[in-house]
């Protein structure tokens, strides 16, 4: 079975990601693109196993095989058993290149052990978008977007961390949720996890693209906002209920993260 969707492109194109392609090649065939595309694209291995060639260099595609392409850059691919099934998008947007730099794709980018159970699930939704002709656009440009960042995640995260960070952060996260209130220091939370301080931090931040405390920090600081809204609390009371014995320092960082003070906020709120 081979199935693609090259949705036609209208406003679709005023979009930050906008899909230009998307499929399922069962078998994959030997493509050779001398210019690269125009634009970016993904594939991965679903089953069977293909040799990808870029840059003068060779690697295995298989089950857990995932590689990026920017637009441009000449590759090519083929079966290296009879049967290689691939899952494969492109897309384009006028912003597409500095956005996905931010994000870490500054160039081509290749796991072949990576846990692709996320990016599987967002392919198969962007699929049924893809043949929507109506409201499929704006659905599959924010799709595309949680493509990236799934495929982000398996991509550049170490072995030992996608073994690890999903229980590290969870009970971390679990834990400041539910005491965000309290005094909380990072060696409780470090304990906690069974690791060292050095080691949770680090996972922390790659994963939650934070530190710890400042997760803390806004966990508090978005409380403080459902209670400025929603009762009658003086400020102070809010202050001290969200953790903060100091309200000069409680609207420190309250403005630090939402720009106004408490009050102003309540205000506008």
Request: with cysteine; charged share 25%.
């Amino acid at each position: 079975m081979f199935r693609s969707i090259y949705p036609v492109i209208g406003s679709s194109a005023e979009l930050p990601f906008y899909l230009s392609g998307v499929g399922i090649a069962e078998p994959e065939y030997h493509c050779i693109r001398d210019n690269g595309l125009v634009s970016h694209q993904f594939l991965f291995t679903v089953s069977g196993e293909g040799v990808l060639t870029v840059n003068g260099q060779t690697f295995a595609q298989r089950p857990g095989g995932i590689f990026y392409l920017p637009p441009g850059l000449p590759h090519e691919y083929c079966p290296a058993e009879d049967e290689w099934t691939t899952h494969w998008l492109v897309f384009r947007g006028d912003n597409a290149a500095p956005i996905m730099e931010k994000l870490g794709f500054t160039g081509f980018l290749e796991r072949a052990d990576a846990d692709l159970t996320e990016c599987v699930g967002i392919f198969e939704r962007l699929l049924a978008a893809a043949g929507d002709p109506l409201g499929g656009g704006e659905r599959c440009s924010l799709l595309i977007y949680e493509f990236i960042l799934a495929a982000r995640s398996a991509m550049t995260e170490r072995g030992d961390d996608l073994r690890t960070a999903g229980r590290l952060i969870r009970e971390a996260v679990k834990y400041m949720d539910s005491r965000y209130m309290e005094d909380i220091p990072l060696e409780k939370l470090a304990d906690m996890s069974g690791v060292s301080l050095q080691h949770f931090c680090r996972v922390f931040k790659n994963r939650m693209g934070m530190r710890p405390m400042e997760y803390l920090a806004r966990r508090r600081i978005a409380e403080a906002k459902n209670l400025l809204c929603g009762t009658g609390m003086t400020i102070r009371e809010i202050s001290e209920a969200v953790g903060y014995t100091d309200q000069t320092y409680f609207g420190i960082v309250f403005r630090k993260y939402e720009g106004i003070t408490p009050t102003e906020y309540r205000r506008t709120g």
